[in-house]
């Protein structure tokens, strides 16, 4: 059927609706253009019905001017005076300014309300240099921002530009309700979408200082981050470094191709498996791990000291006064806790723990160690283990085939839970038998009847068929039942759980677990440090690999005597004898007191301090 043809009036109406559409701007033009052929026209009826009243007005500009005044002021009215033509025509004028006026009001007053709600949505671009960007929105944001802050709290105009797909006064509450006071750091919350191209313009990448990408809490977060990745990658302008957060190691490859050379990956459930294997073996290394990571005490440090340059790494511990050794990055890379006798060259760089860049300087002398209170070495003879697993969830497997890796042949691992899933997926283990059993976690009399009391490590899984919120409840209720069984049946057994949420910590510290492994909480710490030092990478990924040396905190008498004051120069020398390096140590009568739970990194090395049994060596060791 032919499309039949548009009329004259079909036309002016379709360019009149075009016109209205551009918004305020075109509403006010359209209004000046009414008010100017109402003027008009009551100019001209002026001149032809009343010109005495013209002519004592000026004539034509007197009367434009007397008809505009009545235009936009209506109550002008009230003062006139003359023939009942003229009067008539100005009251005509006078309620043709009264809708004019009256619209104008509304369009000026609709579109103000308009860019308001757009500014507040936060849509302006952000003019800022050097300052860090994160995309995306979740738990780890809080953390992120919370250590961002303290370590910013020296510097002057220090800014976090945040982009999500939330409205910008909700994230300014949330973030001022989780985090508080930022102090001299400013935040700039935007809202849009990482993965648009137009929604990344808005924050000035090219001048950004680092990029932070988060893995959001959806069902498939990798697949968000890998396009962030992409839409980051394919912009034009100046790179920044990349930080960004994978929740399944199988999708690190892909996360590496698409954000190219310039992206630092975190593994995060490989890190939290690492962490809990770890963890469950020696206790406090999630404590340890965590007082590392954050900027409450000291920060990881590289730096090249050419007069060091031709000693062993052994005598290097000594070299610094107010800063720890860790290892040495060689341009074939980091290795901490390296041999005693490892040269170090010219072009190496030394890694070093320290409170401050500004207070790494050599020493003139140390004082040599007290042999009088260090402890022979001896090497216990490794034994079959007993560990039970209660609950399951995605990473388990991954926790199993870890710790197969560290155990003894003939050791066994019972898994006890509910989960459907439990058990699958442990082919080819070499050390460990598994033996799954039914079992409610949260229930006292199937807790009992498991026998928890011939196990010497317990780990508690946060089950993931439930919100992090009730799986937290759950693990709450398990850790409850597990200690006050200890309690009335005597039994020692250490306890590593996982949680979710950070503020659940200070309620399951009631359950005096020996670790709680916050996995949310362990990656916004290394995003954050990795936002700040993105050289760190490599650092970090040596010490959360099982291939090298790791951290742990072993028995203080194992190293020096307890009960009389000890330098800690004495610990890093039986330490050495070990082969192993000491960072600190750990107070156990301390390990309920937050923010570090009795942890003490890089002390001072004259200091003498008194130990009891009970207390830790912090250590980078082989396993």
């Known amino acids: ?231 980051l990658a394919k912009r034009a302008g100046e790179h920044p470094p990349v930080v960004a957060a994978i929740a399944s190691s199988r999708n690190m490859a892909a996360a590496r191709l698409a954000g190219g050379p310039g992206v630092h990956l975190v593994d995060s459930d490989d890190i939290a498996a690492r962490l809990i294997v770890q963890s469950s073996r020696q206790s406090g290394v999630s404590v340890v791990c965590m007082d590392l990571l954050n900027f409450d005490g000291g920060e990881i440090y590289l730096r090249r000291d050419p007069a060091l340059a031709g000693r062993s790494y052994g005598q290097a511990l000594d070299a610094y006064a107010t800063a720890t050794v860790l290892g040495l990055r060689a341009p074939g890379g980091v290795v901490l806790n390296p041999p005693p006798d490892t040269v170090i060259g010219t072009s190496d760089e030394i890694v070093v723990l320290a409170q401050d860049d500004s207070l790494i300087r050599l020493a003139n002398g140390t004082a040599p160690a007290d042999e009088r209170h260090i402890v022979p070495a001896t090497a216990p003879e490794p034994a079959p283990e007993r560990t039970l697993m209660l609950g399951w969830n995605g990473r388990a497997a991954r926790i199993i085939r870890y710790l197969d890796g560290y155990v003894t042949r003939g050791s066994v691992l019972d898994v006890a839970g509910d989960h459907p899933d439990a058990g699958a997926g442990l082919a080819d283990l070499r050390n460990l038998t598994v033996n799954v059993k039914e079992c409610d976690g949260t229930d006292r009399y199937a807790l009992e009847s498991l026998g928890v009391g011939v196990y010497q490590h317990v780990i508690v899984l946060s089950d993931d068929r439930y919100d992090p919120r009730h799986a937290d409840n759950r693990t709450l209720m398990t850790l409850l039942q597990l200690r006050d069984m200890q309690a009335t049946l005597g039994e020692k057994y250490s306890i590593v759980s996982e949680m979710h949420d950070e503020n659940n910590r200070a309620l399951a510290e009631v359950t005096e677990a020996d670790d709680i492994v916050i996995s949310d909480t362990v990656i916004g710490l290394l995003l954050a440090q990795l936002a700040e030092n993105p050289h760190l990478a490599e650092i970090f990924g040596y010490l959360f690999d099982a291939a090298g040396s790791e951290v742990y905190p072993r028995p203080v008498e194992d190293y020096v005597t307890t009960g009389r004051p000890v330098a800690f120069r004495t610990i890093v020398e039986s330490a050495l004898r070990r082969d192993e390096t000491a960072i600190g140590y750990r107070v156990a009568a301390k390990s309920g007191e937050p923010p570090h739970y009795g942890v003490v990194l890089n002390p001072d090395r004259s200091r003498a301090v008194t130990f009891t049994p009970g207390d830790s060596v912090i250590v980078l060791a082989e396993c």
């Open 1 to 231: 059927m032919p499309v039949s043809k548009a009329t004259v009036k079909e036309r002016a109406r379709y360019w009149f609706d075009n016109t209205m559409s551009k918004g305020t701007t075109a509403l006010i033009g359209w209004l000046a253009l009414v008010s100017l052929a109402l003027i008009v026209v009551v100019s001209a009826l002026t001149m032809w019905l009343a010109p005495d009243e013209a002519l004592r007005h000026d004539g034509w500009p007197g009367v434009l001017w007397l008809s505009l005044m009545h235009a936009l002021s209506p109550g002008k009215i009230a003062g006139d005076a003359g023939t009942a033509p003229f009067l008539a025509i100005m009251l005509g004028a006078s309620l043709g300014g009264i809708f004019i006026v009256s619209i104008l009001v509304g369009v000026l007053s609709a579109g103000l309300r308009g860019k308001i709600e757009e500014l507040r949505k936060g849509r302006s671009r952000v003019i800022e240099s050097g300052h860090t960007v994160i995309l995306g929105w979740s738990e780890q944001l809080y953390t992120i921002v919370s250590e961002l802050t303290k370590a910013h709290a020296s510097q002057h105009g220090s800014v976090i530009a945040i982009l999500a797909d939330r409205d910008k006064p909700a994230m300014e509450d949330a973030i001022r309700a989780r985090v508080g006071d930022t102090g001299r750091t400013r935040l700039v919350c935007r809202t849009g979408r990482p993965t648009e191209p137009a929604d990344l313009d808005l924050l000035s990448l090219s001048t950004a200082r680092t990029i932070v990408v988060l893995s959001p809490e959806t069902e498939d977060p990798d697949a968000h981050v890998i396009k962030t990745l992409l839409a």
